[in-house]
């Protein structure tokens, strides 16, 4: 990998930012290679890099020197982990302090990293490379094997592809892989194909023509999972014998489209069948239908710009399916968003766990009698998961039971059967009331999946 002068001192500028609590898929947008691989694997290993730098400093540096503190960071990353040349990565972070108009740390910065220059980057073993409370988190989740879960967080995701069955085949897609030169093997569902090593979106075989999308292949499994679901069921109560499946926290639309691309090549489709496909951000609706025009799946599914807790979007029409896949504290993609071990606080997972409550309190009302209703996060937090859904389930049930001069808030549609249904992805594991994968299995990233079916 080519690393240029300007691309440590940008570096150090991206995780500075991301320290400061901004996002790092923002801050790359248009960042080379080696920015992406210096400052997602700075991310990826900050507690290990902080007390690797931390031994050679003489004094802590002072809260308004973070700037500095980042490019001694980027710095010891690519000593430590990339084997670039010492003589030019610090003579790079030297100039960085210049550029910041900090030259008094320009000795400073010379002295530490020609210490960490030649030096191994030991795992900080209280850390994991997590902060405190998602370490924690994770050891409560998972008692066994909480170790393996953290060094998978750490370690780098593999890209995976999925080709879109309305365009062409597998195979077809396959040859042309072989024929771009791009290394490949085969995923776990017909759709899906991994690459060896990752590749610009653009440089994919007819990317700009919608052969193929961008997606992890845990991702991949909860739309199969679904979709699967759905096949099996087989019928709809619709006079027209329509399915019609809600996606409702849509963007960027991977598992929407997946979903569509799935359907549509399912006889039991009828023409009147399609997916509904709902956002509340507009600037996320408005890339996800630029998504959906490269794939060709525009004209196939509706576009609903609206909040998922209300119902200022619905248009009258009862749902088969809801695929709820909510916002979460995204801690089953820490391989592919590092940045979040270091931005996620632990009330953020208490606040999207109310939020996930009332997007399955006010969606519950949405589904036909004997529709069902599907949950699922990229979250390894039971907070964010059982927990969700047993505390819905208990909403419903106390509506019930409950007699007028009860004064809780009722869960809308309550007092219709609930039926948690035995949905399970290809991998993974059953939790108490869903299906849980984690991290690195089938190079996947974790995700939850639960299924609830409305009475009749
Ligand atoms: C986990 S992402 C969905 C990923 C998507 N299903 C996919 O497979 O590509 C959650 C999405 O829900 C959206 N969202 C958050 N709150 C919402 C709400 N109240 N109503 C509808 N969408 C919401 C977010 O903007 C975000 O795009």
């Known amino acids: ?240 014998g329509a399915i019609r499946i809600l996606d409702a926290c849509a963007a960027p639309g991977g598992k929407a489209f997946h979903l569509h691309e799935l359907l549509n090549q399912q006889p039991l489709c009828t023409s009147e069948s399609h997916v509904s496909a709902l956002e509340l951000s507009p600037e996320r609706m408005t890339h996800m239908r630029g998504q959906a025009k490269r794939l060709g799946h525009e004209a196939g599914l509706i576009w609903l710009t609206g909040d998922a807790t209300g119902q200022g979007w619905h248009q009258g029409d009862a749902f088969d399916w809801i695929l709820c896949d909510a916002p979460c504290s995204g801690t089953g993609t820490l391989r592919r968003h590092p940045d979040i071990k270091v931005r996620r606080r632990r009330a953020d997972v208490t606040r999207s766990a109310q939020l996930q409550g009332a997007l399955l309190d006010n969606l519950w009302r949405l589904l036909k009698p004997g529709a069902t209703l599907v949950y699922c996060t990229c979250s390894l937090l039971r907070e964010e998961n059982d927990a969700v859904i047993k505390s819905f389930l208990k909403r419903l049930n106390r509506h019930g039971n409950e007699d007028a001069s009860a004064d809780s808030q009722p869960a809308a549609g309550a007092g219709l059967a609930a039926e948690v249904l035995p949905i399970k992805l290809a991998w993974g594991r059953a939790t108490k009331l869903g299906w849980q994968t984690l991290p690195g299995e089938q190079g996947g990233d974790g995700f939850y999946v639960a299924a609830i079916r409305r009475g009749t």
């Open 1 to 240: 990998m080519t690393v240029a002068a300007n691309d440590r001192s940008n570096s150090a500028t991206i995780v500075a930012k991301v320290l400061e609590g901004d996002d790092l898929d923002a801050l790359l947008s248009d960042a080379n290679p080696a920015v992406r691989e210096t400052c997602y694997g700075t991310l990826r290993r900050l507690p290990s890099l902080r007390a690797h730098v931390a031994q050679f400093l003489n004094k802590p540096l002072r809260p308004g020197d973070a700037d500095i503190e980042a490019i001694l960071l980027v710095g010891a990353y690519q000593l430590c982990c990339m084997s670039e040349p010492d003589y030019a990565v610090v003579n790079d972070c030297v100039n960085a302090a210049t550029r910041r108009g900090k030259p008094w740390a320009k000795g400073l910065i010379n002295a530490v990293l020609r210490k960490c220059a030649g030096s191994t980057l030991e795992q900080d073993e209280r850390s994991f490379d997590h902060s405190k409370w998602l370490l924690a988190a994770i050891k409560t989740n998972y008692p066994d094997d909480w170790r393996d879960v953290a060094q998978a967080n750490n370690s780098r995701a593999p890209m995976w592809l999925r080709v879109n069955g309305l365009r062409g085949s597998n195979a077809d897609y396959r040859a042309a892989l072989d024929a771009a030169g791009i290394g490949h093997s085969a995923g776990e569902f017909p759709e899906s194909i991994r690459l060896d090593s990752s590749v610009p979106a653009l440089r994919l075989p007819g990317f700009s023509d919608g052969l193929v999308s961008i997606q992890d292949h845990g991702a991949q499994a909860v739309a199969r999972a679904v979709a699967d679901a759905i096949v099996q069921s087989g019928k709809t109560d619709s006079d027209d």
